[in-house]
């Protein structure tokens, strides 16, 4: 046998890997605020060796991991049930299952509700057996866990068909070409990155009208976003039921996902769906077969959670909402672009060169703010630069820093604003 050779085929392999996604490579290698190592946290301060940082960067948008009634429910489940029950859901689960099931729908107002862990395992295991071997259309936007369930799907024999992003006219011409059934619409709820909301009741009536299924992604939306009733203390409505509720929507050929990993500080996400459906699921879905379940401490902070919800869950909603308008406030009063309208506390601010998130989030850093970091591949070229996330937990300090960070970002960088964006978008226009 020959000597094993110096560079293997795998390197090059990875090598090849890395250069696709050079820029975010680069980042993590060389940037503070990516693949950080916390040292400590206080409140929503966070420490990074010997520097302290207001962490807007954050998605417990609730505050839940903080809040006391919560953190003190925790030792008597687990003294109760242990840490983790390590049985597969087929097999069996804990009752705090099926009472976090009966809870959820009844805040949710749906027929049934069934719970695994994460959104990313929901989007692999249910999107291929909703999709079949029919057609799944898909939001050109849609979160990258939805595209690669979808991926999945496509795999098991489902045509795909993308369309742009949000814009319900362009579904109904494809749906009228009258694709193969089963018929799945694939969309965000809240979007991950714009903040903003789809037209719930367009993509409705078109499933209703077409035979489809939507599937709706409101990772963001839930605990965030509600019912609207006469009493709310803010336009967000109340309960934090998620945008289908919002919209005034009922959940007649719609299959909501969600999960209590954002507002509830939780390890757990749901479907909201017919109970015909869940007993399906049961059997096809590989994560109720084979994966193993949330860990002790998730299922209670989620149940007391959903109590908490109850008792003062708009409270901490209102708190948001207002941390969250004086954000806004104050990008308006720069001229700062985002394309959030919607109000809601995802608030993405995209640089006029990219190039400069290197510096711009080393400013950011050394003033004391931590944010998420949008960096191409992450997001398209024109869209780099980086997010905030407001928290009930934010004190109003912390967003007074962040207020007047962002005037000093605007003098000393190239954001965009109103004028630059149209004129952009003009000159990709002209460019086809
Ligand atoms: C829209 C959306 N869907 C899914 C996920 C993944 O959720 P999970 O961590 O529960 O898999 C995220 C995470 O950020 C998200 O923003």
Not at 15 to 31: G, I, M, N, P
Not at 116 to 139: A, R, Y
Not at 194 to 213: I, K, M, S, W, Y
Not at 335 to 356: M, W
Request: proline letters at 5%; a negative charge.
């Amino acid at each position: 046998m020959g000597a094993r050779p110096l560079r293997r085929e795998t390197d090059s392999w990875l090598e090849r890997w890395t250069a696709t996604v050079a820029d975010l490579a680069h980042l993590k290698d060389s940037h503070p605020m990516l693949d950080a190592v916390i040292d400590e946290q206080i409140g929503r301060r966070i420490r990074i060796g010997d520097h302290w940082l207001c962490d807007f960067a954050s998605c417990n948008y609730l505050g839940f991991d903080l809040d006391q009634e919560i953190i003190d429910s925790i030792p008597g489940y687990v003294a109760k049930w242990g840490t983790h029950p390590s049985w597969s859901r087929l097999l069996g689960s804990p009752i705090l299952y099926e009472q976090i099931e009966e809870k959820l729908a009844d805040l949710l107002g749906s027929e049934d509700t069934l719970l695994l862990p994460t959104i990313t395992h929901i989007h692999m295991s249910v999107i291929p057996v909703l999709g079949g071997s029919g057609t799944i259309f898909l939001d050109g936007r849609a979160h990258k866990t939805i595209y690669d369930g979808v991926t999945i799907a496509r795999g098991h024999g489902a045509q795909v068909v993308r369309f742009r992003h949000n814009d319900h006219e362009h579904l109904a011409e494809l749906l009228k070409q009258n694709p193969p059934t089963p018929r799945m619409i694939a969309i965000d709820g809240v979007n991950s990155m714009t903040g903003n909301a789809p037209d719930v009741t367009q993509f409705a009536r078109l499933a209703r009208e077409h035979d489809a299924l939507l599937y709706v992604d409101d990772a963001h939306g839930f605990g965030v976003i509600g019912e609207r009733s006469p009493d709310e203390l803010c336009e967000w409505g109340t309960r934090g039921n998620g945008v289908i509720r919002h919209q005034g929507e009922s959940y007649e050929n719609i299959v909501l996902v969600a999960g209590f990993s954002k507002s509830y500080s939780s390890l757990l996400s749901f479907l909201a769906l017919p109970t015909q459906l869940k007993n399906v699921l049961k059997v096809t879905a590989p994560p109720y077969l084979y994966s193993g379940p949330s860990p002790v401490a998730s299922l209670a902070t989620t149940l007391t959670g959903l109590e908490v919800n109850d008792k003062r869950g708009d409270q901490y909603r209102y708190e948001m909402y207002r941390k969250t308008k004086r954000v806004i406030e104050r990008l308006r009063e720069l001229d700062i672009y985002t394309p959030n309208v919607s109000g809601y506390p995802l608030i993405e601010i995209p640089l006029a060169k990219h190039e400069d998130i290197d510096p711009v989030g080393r400013y950011l850093f050394d003033r004391g703010i931590y944010v998420t970091m949008a960096a191409y591949p992450l997001v398209p070229k024109e869209e780099v630069g980086f997010r905030i996330q407001v928290t009930a937990a934010n004190g109003d300090d912390e967003v007074d820093l962040l207020c007047e960070v962002l005037g000093e970002l605007q003098e000393k960088f190239k954001l965009q604003h109103e004028g630059h964006r149209e004129l952009m978008l003009q000159a990709r226009a002209t460019r086809g």
